[in-house]
Structure formats: structure tokens, C-alpha cells
């Protein structure tokens, strides 16, 4: 995919690095490296995943040097007098971060679950769906083409909540992809003891994606039957402090839910702090009690994303692929010129992909790996877009 820029480290101080980006400066956390001034690296997420030589960065830097300038120019006349809330969110995002957008892979290993949440397809009272579960080498494998052959730099696991997986087994799948691959990874797995996570942190493990799903106790209780709402709440927190990334937010447009509640939704992930709001459009799903629930529309999703960037100016917003769903066409356009700035590319198996059916007509698997890149790289260029590292 190539599409990385490899920054230069100008500062060290303990275990914290200034990297510069054609002199744009950003901060990183160097958990892994031995690192001098000087020295090239790629950062993901506010973290050093690599270091490479002075040669094959300026390869990279070459190509990157001829476009960077014009994509940041491009980008900025597209935020030029804003004219509705979307546009004005969008100005935003570009004066307080610039153009870097992030890009994460997504690797579904396994859609067995032992919940019952009411809106998700892979609960599991869902018997129609065909279930399946990848082990260690086949997770590996994936993670490996999409680093080496597809040059991905941070890969999200996710799966439902899988007992299969053992302590043990997710403590060998961490360590085998963070030991051989430089990548950030960031787990999807539930809610699991929060002993486990301390030992997947050990392990190499960076982020964690954890919904609190709605900030609306009552209607969390009533559609996730046997969990309480604090101790979502209290898991995220704890998983931040354990030094995670953490990716966080909802579900919108829940049937029950108000307008209110949805602001408090977008105020709950501020309160939380989050390296990465993560909130999305509920899509009902034909073999769910929620079946006959009407999807919200695109224009509270923008809605949702606007607000939330002009709220919080600084924050990562992350255009998921329920929003993308919404609107096939122009979801993703859209929801990056409502103020959001990252994104995921679904590396899951074309095999498995239509069995991750946590809500149906999911965008993009229809599409091969390698078209999809294509037209999200396409997409970035001509919003001026540039995968430079946001830093912490
Ligand atoms: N089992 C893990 C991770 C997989 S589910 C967990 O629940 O955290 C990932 C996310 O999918 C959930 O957090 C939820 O917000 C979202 N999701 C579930 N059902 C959905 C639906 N019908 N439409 C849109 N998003 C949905
Ligand atoms: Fe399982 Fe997650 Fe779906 Fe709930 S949302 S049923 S925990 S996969």
C-alpha cells in the first residue's frame, strides 16, 4: 500500500521522541527501539512501530516529498469558507491537525460470541450465521501479508467475545505478530478480565477498541441482557490507565434512544479521554430482536462526527464502516469532510468476510483487498489527504 511517511526523530527525552514530518513535528512514545537523533522511524497512533535505515527512508521520502506539499495545499482550499456545520467541522479538523489521516487494518478472526447484544448479528442466538475461527498461524499469516505485502502499519483483532481464545492462546497471538511484524496492534475482543489485557500490554498489545455502545444506562441494561453499564465504563478506564490506546464510543440511533442522548453519547467519550472516537450509525440486522428497527441517516451520522470535532477540536475521529454503509457512495467522502481523520480497511479473508455479519450489506467486502486500497488512496489524494502520523 506504501501509504506511510517515515518521519525523522529530532528530540529524545526517556522514552519520548519529537519526530519531524517535511516540518511538521510530532510526539511519539518508543516502547521498543533503541533510537538516536537522527534516526528514521515510522510512528502509528503516538507510537514508534519501526525503525528503518537513512536509505530506504529516503526512498520513501522521495516519492512522499513531490506530492506532500500539494496534498496539504488541496486540503486546505477545501476547507476554505465553510459553509454549513459539516464544512465548519472539516476547517476545524484541518487547523487544529493538519492533513494526516490515519489508516488501520481490521482483521475479523473470529465471529463466535457468547453474548446476546440485541442489535448485533454475531449474538449468539443468531443460528443462521455460518461461525468460524482463525488460529494463531492464520492470524499471522493475514497480519504478515498485510504488513509486509500491503505495507498496513496498524492492525485492529477483533472478534466477539470468544472463550476459545484462552489466555494463553491470545498471549501467543500478540507476541508471535509484535515480536515478528512492526505494527501497532490494537485488540477488538470484549470484555475480557482486565488481568488478561494487563498480560496482552506485557505482550506488545498497544490499543484496545471497547464501545460503551450508549451512555443511556437503561437502554445499554435492555440490549446487552446480563452486563451493567459501570463495568463497561470502568473496563475502559482501567484499560487506558494500563497505558492503552483506546479507541472508544457508540452505537447511534438505537431504537429508544433521543437526541439527548446521543449528545451525552459524544460527551461520555470526551469524558473518557479517548486516543480515538470510534462511534457509529446502528444498522438493524434481520436475525436480531431489533430487525425491524429503522437505520438512522447519513445526516445525523455527519451531524454526529461535526459535533463531536467542533466539541472536541483535537480529537481523532474515525469514519467507521456502518457509516460507510449508510451511504455506499459517499459515506466515507463525507464523513472525512464532516471533521473525521482516520479510517479502516477491512483485511479479513474475502472467505470470511460476508460470514462477519454484524449488521448485513457491510461497505467495501465486496470488493477485493487491493481494489479497496486503491480507492481509498484515490479517495485521500483528492481530499488532500496525508498519512502522517497524528502523535499523542
Ligand atoms: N465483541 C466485541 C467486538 C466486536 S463488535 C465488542 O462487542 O466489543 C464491534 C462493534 O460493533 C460493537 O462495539 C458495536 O458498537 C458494533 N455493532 C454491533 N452491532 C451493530 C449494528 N447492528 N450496527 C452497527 N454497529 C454494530
Ligand atoms: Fe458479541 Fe460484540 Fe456482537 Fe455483542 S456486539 S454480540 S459482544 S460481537
Redesign the pocket.
Known amino acids: 500500500m506504501c501509504y506511510a511517511i517515515p518521519g525523522k526523530v529530532i528530540e529524545i527525552k526517556d522514552s519520548f521522541v519529537t519526530i519531524d514530518y517535511f516540518g511538521e513535528r510530532r510526539k511519539a512514545k518508543n516502547d521498543f527501539y533503541k533510537l538516536s537523533l537522527g534516526d528514521y522511524i515510522y510512528a502509528q497512533g503516538g507510537f514508534v512501530i519501526q525503525k528503518i535505515s537513512p536509505q530506504e527512508a529516503e526512498e520513501t521520502l522521495q516519492l512522499w516529498r513531490k506530492i506532500f506539499f500539494k496534498l496539504q495545499k488541496r486540503d486546505l482550499k477545501l476547507t476554505e469558507r465553510p459553509k454549513n456545520l459539516y464544512r465548519i467541522a472539516n476547517s476545524i479538523r484541518q487547523k487544529k491537525l493538519g492533513n494526516s489521516c490515519c489508516i488501520h487494518g481490521i482483521l475479523?478472526f473470529s465471529n463466535y460470541?457468547r453474548?446476546d447484544?440485541f442489535?448485533?448479528?454475531?449474538r449468539k442466538s443468531n443460528y443462521k450465521i455460518r461461525r468460524y475461527r482463525m488460529d494463531t498461524e492464520e492470524i499471522f499469516k493475514n497480519c504478515k501479508y498485510a504488513v509486509e505485502e500491503l505495507n498496513f502499519k496498524a492492525i485492529v483483532l477483533?472478534?466477539?467475545?470468544d472463550l476459545w481464545y484462552t489466555e494463553e492462546k491470545l498471549e501467543e497471538i500478540v507476541k508471535k505478530i509484535v515480536r515478528e511484524l512492526p505494527v501497532l496492534l490494537i485488540l477488538?475482543?470484549?470484555?475480557r478480565d482486565l488481568k488478561l489485557y494487563e498480560d496482552l500490554y506485557r505482550e506488545g498489545a498497544r490499543g484496545v477498541?471497547?464501545?460503551f455502545?450508549t451512555s443511556n444506562k437503561k437502554l445499554y441494561e435492555k440490549y446487552r441482557p446480563y452486563h451493567h453499564f459501570e463495568d463497561r465504563i470502568n473496563l475502559i478506564k482501567n484499560l487506558k490507565d494500563l497505558g492503552y490506546l483506546t479507541f472508544t464510543?457508540?452505537?447511534f440511533g438505537l431504537p429508544g434512544e433521543s437526541k439527548k442522548d446521543i449528545l451525552n453519547d459524544i460527551r461520555l467519550t470526551g469524558d473518557l479521554n479517548p486516543d480515538m472516537f470510534?462511534?457509529?450509525?446502528?444498522?438493524?440486522?434481520h436475525h436480531?430482536p431489533?430487525a425491524e428497527a429503522t437505520?438512522p441517516t447519513l445526516e445525523l451520522a455527519l451531524d454526529t462526527i461535526a459535533r463531536t470535532r467542533i466539541m472536541y477540536p483535537e480529537s481523532r475521529i474515525l469514519v467507521?464502516t456502518?457509516l460507510e454503509?449508510l451511504d455506499k457512495k459517499n459515506g466515507l467522502r463525507e464523513g472525512l469532510l464532516s471533521g473525521a481523520n482516520s479510517l479502516m480497511i477491512n483485511i479479513t479473508p474475502e472467505e470470511y468476510r460476508k460470514d462477519y455479519e454484524?449488521?448485513p450489506g457491510r461497505a467495501g467486502i465486496e470488493l477485493s483487498l487491493k481494489e479497496r486500497i486503491n480507492s481509498v488512496i484515490e479517495l485521500l489524494n483528492s481530499l488532500g489527504r496525508a498519512p502522517t502520523d497524528l502523535g499523542i
Not at 188 to 191: L, P
Open positions: 475479523e460470541c453474548n447484544c442489535y448485533c448479528g454475531l477483533q472478534s466477539g467475545e477488538s475482543i470484549g470484555e477498541l471497547l464501545r455502545e464510543g457508540f452505537l470510534s462511534f457509529g450509525p446502528f444498522i438493524p440486522h436480531t431489533l437505520p467507521t456502518s454503509t454484524i449488521y
